[in-house]
């Protein structure tokens, strides 16, 4: 099991909004800031939200991320095509001294 | 352009090791602390370790801890991972990851393609 649990799937169709949660602990996302990282299919993950929900340059403003006490959310609205992909979160953990993975979203456009 | 290479995959045996080398460009890479993360076939990714810009600071995860030893060498802006006592359970692509601080509580903000480490008899 991942320390932090994410949905294993989400889906919606082509411009609709879906949301992807994150639960954890205050061991982690309680007390430390959560990224968000989009890997497509056979590729490298890439960073999607950092800092709870900043996006970095490139990053469309579809894609949105939040964080309340122990929990976080990735939204992302006018779904399209190309954001199939799996979505994972992270964060630091101050008791394992490390840093923690949701266990990966897939999230399919209908 | 900002890259991560990674390279020193392979196929080993179970109980030998295996030295993983990244390959930094386009940036300052001795301002920077690094990961390295792995993703088994199928599964979701992993956190393996982080040095600090310095060297001086290390963190691993408990699966890898007291096996596996991360080090940089800043003159030839590279990362390393030396992994010994090798399970079948460290069989995964391994990727390198920058963190975009000097130390490494700010994530992961590039990536490199990732190198496959089979561990199999």
């Known amino acids: 099991q991942s320390v932090l649990t994410q949905p294993p799937s989400a889906s919606g169709n082509p411009g609709q909004r879906v949301t992807i949660s994150c639960s954890g602990s205050s061991s982690n996302i309680g007390s430390n800031y959560v990224y968000w990282y989009q890997q497509l299919p056979g590729t490298a993950p890439k960073l999607l939200i950092y800092?709870?929900?900043q996006r970095p340059s490139g990053v469309p403003d579809r894609f949105s991320g939040s964080k309340s006490g122990t929990s976080a959310s990735l939204a992302i609205s006018g779904l399209r095509s190309e954001d199939e992909a799996d979505y994972y979160c992270a964060a630091w953990d101050d008791s394992l001294s490390g840093w923690v993975f949701g266990g990966g979203t897939k999230l399919t456009v209908l | 352009q900002v890259q991560l290479v990674e390279s020193g995959g392979g196929v080993v045996q179970p109980g030998r090791s295996l030295r993983l080398s990244c390959a930094a460009s386009?940036?300052?890479?001795?301002?920077?602390?690094m990961h390295w993360v792995r993703q088994a076939p199928g599964k979701g990714l992993q956190w393996v370790a982080v040095i600090s810009y310095d060297g001086s600071n290390k963190y691993y995860a408990d699966s890898v801890k007291g096996r596996f030893t991360i080090s940089r060498d800043n003159s030839k802006n590279t990362l390393y991972l030396q992994m010994n006592s090798l399970r079948a359970e460290d069989t995964a692509v391994y990727y390198c990851?920058?963190?975009?601080?000097?130390?490494?509580?700010?994530?992961?903000?590039?990536w490199g393609q990732g190198t496959m480490v089979t561990v199999s008899s």
């Open positions: 386009g940036f300052p890479f001795n301002i920077y602390g």
């Open positions: 990851a920058k963190d975009p601080s000097t130390g490494w509580l700010n994530g992961f903000d590039i």
């Open positions: 800092r709870n929900n």
